[in-house]
């Protein structure tokens, strides 16, 4: 057994895309750690296959499982030394977490933001949420200022279980927020919020399967939306988001894993991004921390995991990247209705 | 006169790209700095443009040039109050630099790169060279190595007068490492402080408008490539980058700028990178600084800035992205001989 060996045969097992490379990725990570969150978090492999792949290097012996540890065996060992694998390093950065900015003006309202954050209605499953850390949401405001988003511009948020709305309304910076949610108790407590704290933000119960309202098409600046990761939902939210914007030089922000996401399938995302009149001018991995969701030992891949435990609600795994697009030239999106399940795919794990 | 007028213009002024945001970044830079080398890095437009915009602007009686400064008048005051401009904020982390990366273990050997790092070559306008800070090269392989790129790899250099080969190869970590440089100062620099110091890097003597040597084809892990950024240029560099790659999980790291590519010509880069079989993993801009070269007076742009100063030189003007590829199928790129004029375009500004 080699690591091109293993590659196919996690490929033939899940139908999923799976390169030897992300094989050594996998045995990087489990060099520097033997927690399953962990290896998982370091290895950047999308969960489902990767449950695959640690089932076949144990059946390979070059793993071992012990209770909630996953080891190497002296054979992993020996492989890795002769494939020159190495430990896997994270050198992120102390002060930024990793994301490159400061929070400059955006730390004056962060008790504000999370004072409020502490009564926001709690992550379901059934509209696949799971929402980032309060200091995720701060930074993402403090990159959107950085890069002329924010600051008197019209912003609108696409699906809101990070309170990012609130977030960007309590800097007093942007000329207008609007934010669109299916929940009705995140469109309440936003209102809600909204009204007792006195901050300006429009909040409406919207389902993004169904066309954005007519008066919210080429209306923005900039609009902010962390899709689910089936490739069908992916881009039709992303796309509301781009039919949102006013044309060339408006901006969009996404969120994208790794977790629930392969290489592959970011590149037929970049390349629908592209073809409907954007380019990318960041991409920086890493940059969300999720804080766990009640609804863990539910989540697909749970079944899946050779090991399992509960992680900590503060110990982040689940990572997205911070994508800006702004758009070069007219959005080519249509405003169509979608039908069907938009939220599964093979590379779904935690609906 | 407004923003929109403005930018019809300066494209027909230049046949380039220019957008009505474009004039609103050099409004927000002009905002935050009255000098012409933070205007041109705050703003991100490239340099090109920017002037012939700076100079409709003071024809506008928005901005007034005295000396080596540039001001908003009264009425462009009115115009920036009332378009709700606001001044540019980089935001940027006081420790990495904006990188979102720790040195880790890179730390250890800056002193000994600084000391090889005082004996190069100076950057000469024949070859379009001009280098980043020796911190920039330092992050750079700190990136590399906390994306797996570096340790246990086989690397390959096409163009080195940053000395990322010798950075690379001072970690100890790299399998193997190469640098192809068609300037024989640096050739010969790098193979004589390889051999001092005892580092293995091969140097090679190469013009990248030729085809790759056979034996350079599918034979890295991972190349390093910071090319002229003339589309053409940019893309036949890459390209050659892209083909030294072994196969899908192998990575390519790129430079590119906004100071001498528009977004549009972003976006045509990133359009025949996911074309070849790439995805973008990473895109960080402002992650390279570089050192005022010794030919700014005569490079393209000087003879269009509105108003002119010699910058220090290690006030950094002119930054960089770094790109960061992965290759999802196998490379699609020619290895064919490129003809003609492959360095300038509209956009060049400092060949």
Redesign the interface.
């Given at each position: 057994m080699d690591l091109k060996t293993l590659a196919e045969r996690v490929r033939a097992e899940t139908s999923l895309?799976f390169?030897?490379?992300?094989a050594?990725?996998i045995l990087?990570a489990v060099l520097t750690s033997e927690d399953i969150w962990r290896i998982i978090d370091l290895s950047d492999v999308p969960v489902m296959a990767l449950c695959t792949a640690l089932r076949e290097m144990e059946k390979a012996s070059w793993l071992e499982f012990a209770k909630d540890r996953i080891r190497l065996t002296q054979a992993g060992r020996d492989l890795v030394k002769q494939?020159?694998?190495?430990p896997?390093?994270?050198?992120?950065?102390?002060?930024?977490g990793?994301?490159?900015?400061?929070?400059?003006?955006v730390a004056e309202m962060a008790e504000r933001f999370a004072k409020i954050a502490a009564g926001r209605p709690e992550a379901i499953q059934d509209y696949d949420q799971g929402y980032v850390t309060e200091e995720s949401t701060l930074y993402r405001i403090?990159?959107m200022?950085?890069r002329?988003d924010l600051?008197?511009?019209e912003i609108l948020v696409l699906g809101d279980d990070d309170l990012v709305s609130l977030a960007a309304a309590l800097t007093g910076?942007p000329?207008r927020v609007v934010m669109l949610d299916i929940d009705e108790r995140l469109v309440e407590f936003i209102r809600e919020v909204a009204r007792s704290e006195g901050l300006q933000v429009e909040a409406l119960r919207h389902d993004l399967r169904e066309p954005l309202p007519e008066e919210l098409l080429g209306a923005f600046d900039t609009f902010f939306c962390d899709p689910t990761e089936s490739l069908r939902g992916f881009l039709a939210f992303a796309g509301r988001g781009i039919s949102s914007l006013r044309g060339?030089?408006?901006a969009g922000y996404m969120g994208l894993t790794r977790r629930e996401a392969s290489?592959?399938k970011?590149?037929a995302i970049?390349?629908e991004l592209?073809a409907r009149g954007?380019?990318?001018?960041?991409?920086?991995?890493d940059f969300h921390d999720y804080v766990n969701w009640p609804y863990i030992e539910t989540m697909r891949s749970w079944q899946h995991l050779p090991v399992r435990r509960v992680p900590g609600r503060e110990e982040p795994w689940y990572r997205s990247a911070l994508i800006r697009i702004?758009l070069?030239e007219p959005p080519k999106v249509a405003n169509e209705r979608l039908e069907g399940d938009i939220f599964t795919d093979p590379e779904a794990a935690t609906t």
């Amino acid at each position: 057994m080699d690591l091109k060996t293993l590659a196919e045969r996690v490929r033939a097992e899940t139908s999923l895309p799976f390169t030897e490379r992300d094989a050594q990725r996998i045995l990087s990570a489990v060099l520097t750690s033997e927690d399953i969150w962990r290896i998982i978090d370091l290895s950047d492999v999308p969960v489902m296959a990767l449950c695959t792949a640690l089932r076949e290097m144990e059946k390979a012996s070059w793993l071992e499982f012990a209770k909630d540890r996953i080891r190497l065996t002296q054979a992993g060992r020996d492989l890795v030394k002769q494939a020159g694998i190495a430990p896997a390093r994270e050198l992120r950065c102390g002060r930024c977490g990793g994301r490159g900015v400061e929070l400059g003006p955006v730390a004056e309202m962060a008790e504000r933001f999370a004072k409020i954050a502490a009564g926001r209605p709690e992550a379901i499953q059934d509209y696949d949420q799971g929402y980032v850390t309060e200091e995720s949401t701060l930074y993402r405001i403090a990159f959107m200022w950085s890069r002329g988003d924010l600051a008197g511009k019209e912003i609108l948020v696409l699906g809101d279980d990070d309170l990012v709305s609130l977030a960007a309304a309590l800097t007093g910076a942007p000329k207008r927020v609007v934010m669109l949610d299916i929940d009705e108790r995140l469109v309440e407590f936003i209102r809600e919020v909204a009204r007792s704290e006195g901050l300006q933000v429009e909040a409406l119960r919207h389902d993004l399967r169904e066309p954005l309202p007519e008066e919210l098409l080429g209306a923005f600046d900039t609009f902010f939306c962390d899709p689910t990761e089936s490739l069908r939902g992916f881009l039709a939210f992303a796309g509301r988001g781009i039919s949102s914007l006013r044309g060339p030089g408006c901006a969009g922000y996404m969120g994208l894993t790794r977790r629930e996401a392969s290489l592959a399938k970011w590149r037929a995302i970049q390349r629908e991004l592209l073809a409907r009149g954007a380019v990318l001018t960041d991409l920086r991995d890493d940059f969300h921390d999720y804080v766990n969701w009640p609804y863990i030992e539910t989540m697909r891949s749970w079944q899946h995991l050779p090991v399992r435990r509960v992680p900590g609600r503060e110990e982040p795994w689940y990572r997205s990247a911070l994508i800006r697009i702004e758009l070069v030239e007219p959005p080519k999106v249509a405003n169509e209705r979608l039908e069907g399940d938009i939220f599964t795919d093979p590379e779904a794990a935690t609906t």
